[in-house]
């Protein structure tokens, strides 16, 4: 295990279209996050999962963005109808009760 | 609101001067403090955390309740310590969200 991975690691797209983005975990840990961090600012949480159970969701992810984790390993996180305000980079980090995230490479996404 | 404030977004020191990067937080329970360090081309990865009270790379940060502040220290820079630092929160009790701060560049000039 060679630590939380992401993938794609890049995206373009067209808006409108909808896009689906892949987090692997490390393989002991519980507890997955997806953040999103645009240049200049630090990751901004968008949601949470402890196994299976999506537990927090933030009021700032509408309705056009889902996330999911089957069985409580892999997660993935959706757009629908993406807009040119969803270009970010899409980050899930995965840890062990709360002892320090491990972060992913990221998706960076672009949406022309 | 939940905000961790970062209020510095570049800082530039010589290479064994002494460095401070400044957190501070507004949360209305006990939250738990994180650094968490991003290198040239690197993930983002986890420095330290508060309750493990450890020295990291020299590094060392201390919870101050009372200024609700959790600034980073070292006491000789190095120029591999340039990089992005962010300051995170998460609280103990009644939720998950981790809130990070906007980040504060070290420059480390030789």
């Known amino acids: 295990d060679t630590g939380v991975s992401q993938d794609p690691r890049h995206k373009i797209t067209k808006r409108g279209q909808n896009v689906t983005f892949r987090c692997d975990p490390i393989s002991e840990h519980n507890r997955l996050y997806w953040y999103r961090q645009t240049l200049g600012q630090g990751p901004e949480f968008l949601t949470y999962f402890q196994n299976e159970a999506q537990l927090e969701k933030s009021r700032l992810l509408s309705d056009r963005f889902s996330a999911e984790r089957p069985k409580g390993s892999f997660s993935t996180l959706e757009i629908q109808r993406t807009e040119q305000g969803d270009s970010a980079m899409y980050l899930c980090?995965?840890?062990?009760?709360?002892?320090?995230?491990?972060f992913g490479p990221g998706t960076r996404l672009t949406v022309l | 609101a939940q905000r961790v404030t970062q209020p510095e977004k570049l800082l530039s020191v010589f290479k064994g001067a002494p460095v401070e990067l400044k957190c501070n937080y507004s949360y209305s329970g006990s939250p738990e403090l994180f650094w968490y360090v991003q290198y040239s081309r690197q993930r983002l990865q986890l420095l330290l955390r508060h309750i493990s009270r450890e020295s990291i790379k020299g590094f060392t940060a201390d919870l101050n309740k009372g200024e609700t502040s959790f600034h980073l220290k070292k006491p000789f820079a190095q120029e591999e310590d340039s990089a992005m630092y962010y300051c995170a929160l998460t609280p103990n009790t009644g939720g998950f969200k981790t809130i990070f701060g906007a980040g504060t560049r070290l420059f480390v000039k030789a």
């Open positions: 980090a995965s840890s062990l009760e709360k002892t320090g995230q491990y």
